[in-house]
């Protein structure tokens, strides 16, 4: 009938959000299905309750936070309650009975005139459902304080579920320390776009940033101030800091990934400890952002005490399933050294309980095929990691050329590397991770990472500039289906993603690839 259709594979192109009036398919990640029906619009009122499902803690924690983030705009009071029945107008959160399509992590949304209805299998869901949500609603509901305007969500139902499992960002806290309130405000911005997985790159040849009791000398003489590019990165996390992050993770349904960079990269502790070198002799602090030159002993008995010390610790303050160890750029390293040392350190993470997560390069070293490797070449080949596929192992996708968000957009970039190449938007979101690595079927695809390294970054502001507009280009590589990509409505998709940043004083580049809104 008149007004209703489906948005799968067959996207907006003249977005009505020019018209400042959102669609049930302007959003991003671009989602499954979207059928609308105009004669079903809901307005959110003073009177609006949330209603989660009686029972589940996790409903209503989700539901909490869907409140917390319309009431600043909206000014309602917005009760989040359990109690079965209610006549008021409500935004409703409930787990199960769902189209079988849904998934562990998908979700089905509904809008009619006295509501909207989030059902998921999890949670994790629902949570994608409020995110959804957000998005369906008049960019003014990401301001911090009450706006005079009506909030409408389109009318109709959506069906939504990811395209893979894995949907990650990266933050490189060695080269330039970033401070717990600075990676919470990217775990909210990130959270937006359905993304899952936060890897942080805790330890480099620059600094050392996460506390360990066993080799305190890690933080005091590699964390402190002096360390990091140009030592301006100062700074490190405590366990209780550590601790707090997941927590604030969780609370997005988000799951922090920490990295210790080995056999190489590790400059940063073999300043800090003396034995860690082969002559013995401590190195000096490097702050430069040359590659490839440290190496751990690797014949040396101290430096597996000293690996085993720190992924125990690590372990044990991690409440997620991956412990990624690097392994790339080992070049000081020779592929026997390589090789003798990943054989010693990858059965100690199974030894904590964790799942090894390392650069493609620990492909060559034949790992158990629980090891999930980060392809991060630039010529989409790599016959280790195509092997390593067909044994059965998995890896996820972060070619340098696509999703290092550390790449500068163009020449006048003013923050930011070019050594794979400039990425504008367009190149950050046209390809596709079922069939970027030759010999590796979808099958073998975990999901998408995008890496922001921070050689060139200090500040949010540097971080929100790099991230925004080629982030969310990732994610929906992630979650959205291979049928509905399309660069025309992603980019118009994208264009009324400005003025939430706007809202959000969020740092944004203004690509001429987009019509910015
Ligand atoms: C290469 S990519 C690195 C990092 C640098 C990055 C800068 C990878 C696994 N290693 O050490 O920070 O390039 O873009």
Redesign the pocket.
């Known amino acids: 009938s008149a007004g209703m259709g489906t948005a799968a594979a067959t996207p907006p192109t003249s977005s009505t959000a020019s018209h400042g009036q959102q669609s049930l398919s302007d959003v991003i990640p671009a989602p499954v299905e979207a059928k609308s029906n105009p004669r079903a619009d809901f307005w959110l009122s003073p009177f609006t309750h949330i209603r989660t499902q009686p029972g589940s803690a996790e409903a209503k924690q989700v539901g909490k936070y869907l409140a917390s983030t319309l009431r600043p705009a909206t000014g309602y009071p917005l009760p989040v309650t359990s109690a079965k029945h209610s006549f008021l107008p409500s935004i409703s959160l409930q787990l199960g009975k769902t189209d079988p399509r849904v998934g562990d992590q998908g979700y089905q949304l509904d809008v009619t005139k006295r509501g909207v209805t989030i059902k998921a299998n999890t949670a994790d869901g629902l949570f994608s459902g409020a995110q959804t949500l957000r998005q369906l609603l008049p960019a003014q509901i990401a301001a911090d304080s009450p706006q005079p305007r009506i909030w409408k969500v389109p009318g109709g139902s959506i069906v939504d579920y990811p395209r893979f499992e894995f949907r990650g960002a990266m933050l490189?806290l060695a080269?330039h320390f970033h401070e717990p309130d600075e990676i919470k405000a990217y775990i909210d911005h990130i959270a937006a776009y359905k993304i899952n997985y936060l890897h942080l790159?805790l330890t480099?040849?620059q600094g050392w940033r996460i506390q360990i009791d066993s080799w305190p000398d890690l933080t005091t003489k590699s964390g402190g101030p002096g360390t990091g590019v140009d030592g301006e990165g100062p700074g490190f996390l405590t366990k209780a800091e550590y601790a707090d992050l997941n927590a604030y993770a969780a609370s997005r349904h988000i799951t922090i990934i920490p990295e210790i960079?080995m056999p190489g990269?590790t400059n940063a502790a073999q300043h800090a400890y003396a034995e860690l070198n082969c002559d013995g002799v401590a190195v000096p602090p490097r702050t430069d952002?040359e590659?490839g030159y440290s190496s751990l002993c690797i014949d040396s008995e101290i430096t597996y005490t000293f690996v085993e010390d720190v992924i125990r610790e690590l372990a044990e303050m991690t409440p997620g399933p991956y412990l990624h160890i690097?392994g790339?750029?080992a070049h000081a390293t020779t592929d026997e050294d390589y090789k003798k040392f990943m054989d010693r350190v990858m059965p100690m993470v199974a030894k904590y309980g964790k799942t090894i997560y390392g650069?493609?390069?620990i492909m060559q070293v034949d790992p158990p095929t629980s090891a999930v490797g980060?392809f991060?070449d630039t010529d989409g080949q790599d016959a280790d990691v195509a092997e390593a596929v067909a044994r059965g192992n998995k890896i996820v996708l972060?070619p340098?050329n696509k999703a290092?968000l550390?790449?500068k957009y163009n020449e006048n970039t003013r923050l930011?590397?070019k050594?794979?190449g400039f990425v504008e938007v367009q190149d950050a979101y046209d390809w596709n991770p079922g069939s970027h690595v030759q010999d590796v079927p979808e099958s073998g695809v975990l999901g998408v990472e995008a890496?922001l390294?921070?050689?060139t970054l200090r500040t949010l502001d540097d971080i929100e500039y790099m991230a925004f507009p080629r982030l969310p280009a990732i994610a929906e590589l992630g979650w959205s289906t291979e049928a509905s990509h399309d660069w025309e409505s992603f980019r118009q998709r994208l264009g009324a993603q400005g003025p939430r940043w706007e809202q959000q004083d969020i740092n944004f580049y203004r690509s001429p690839q987009v019509d910015w809104q």
């Open positions: 490189d080269r790159h480099d040849d960079d990269h952002i590659v690097g790339d750029e650069w493609d390069e980060q991060w972060s340098a290092y550390d790449m930011g590397l050594w794979a890496p390294w921070s050689e």
